[in-house]
């Protein structure tokens, strides 16, 4: 089974503190994300990354950044909590090719942070 | 990468069939339509795929028009379990400049 393990299920911050989310696969996966969902906003990419070292902004990607230095491991960071960044954070990874022949996006179980 | 649109929500009462129908215009000749469920608190996680006509498991059935440009989610016999948010993805690869990016999901509320 295919598993990817977000470090930490709650965390509760404080505004200023520098916030690191790790997530880790087990699949070998090209492909890192990490979504943030938020009530009636459903799922907003963040950053992507799709190799080692290389990463691309998502959607809402200002008051975030990113880590890839090994393959299965992507960290999301925020330099300076704020309280508008209380959300729960998926991490994410699939392979490049997602034809079928098994080949999804498999989700952590979600880390809510809150932000004091 | 082609942007869906689905309702916002339905309700549904136990033991009838659900039908959630996601709209994906510019649907590129070589994407994918994916369908993923989500329990609250949870991560989303792989229902169906498929790339045209009919595709069924043993959790769902999506028919899938010629044109592609819309996609149905099908569930059978739905129970109060499946009260989830469901979300369609078009897309077949994630190479750079190609991000998953979902939409808003639908809520399905299964009422007893």
């Known amino acids: 089974d295919v598993k990817v393990t977000q470090s930490s299920r709650y965390l509760v911050k404080r505004t200023g503190e520098k916030v690191f989310l790790e997530c880790v696969q087990d699949?070998?996966?090209?492909?890192m994300f990490w979504y943030r969902q938020d009530p009636g906003l459903g799922l907003r990419l963040i950053y992507f990354?799709?190799?080692?070292?290389?990463?691309e902004k998502g959607d809402i990607p200002e008051g975030y950044s990113v880590s890839r230095e090994k393959k299965e491991r992507f960290s999301l960071i925020l330099e300076s909590a704020s309280t508008n960044q209380t959300s729960m954070y998926l991490c994410?990874?699939?392979?490049?090719?997602?034809?079928?022949?098994?080949?999804?996006?498999?989700f952590g179980e979600g880390s809510w942070l809150t932000v004091v | 990468l082609a942007k869906t649109t689905q309702p916002i929500s339905m309700d549904s009462y136990e033991g009838q069939e659900v039908n959630i129908t996601c709209s994906h215009n510019?649907?590129?000749?070589?994407?994918?339509i994916t369908w993923y469920q989500q329990f609250p608190s949870q991560g989303p996680r792989f229902i169906i795929q498929?790339?045209?006509t009919k595709v069924t498991n043993e959790v769902a059935s999506l028919f899938i028009p010629a044109d592609r440009k819309s996609s149905t989610l099908s569930l059978p016999r739905v129970s109060l379990s499946d009260t989830a948010v469901y979300y369609c993805?078009?897309?077949?690869?994630?190479?750079?400049?190609?991000?998953?990016?979902f939409g808003g999901g639908t809520r399905l509320m299964v009422k007893p």
């Open positions: 994410a990874s699939s392979f490049q090719d997602l034809r079928p022949s098994g080949n999804t996006i498999y």
């Open positions: 699949m070998d996966h090209e492909n």
């Open positions: 990354s799709y190799d080692v070292k290389m990463k």
């Open positions: 510019n649907i590129a000749t070589n994407d994918y």
């Open positions: 498929g790339y045209k």
């Open positions: 993805l078009v897309g077949v690869d994630n190479n750079a400049g190609n991000m998953l990016t």
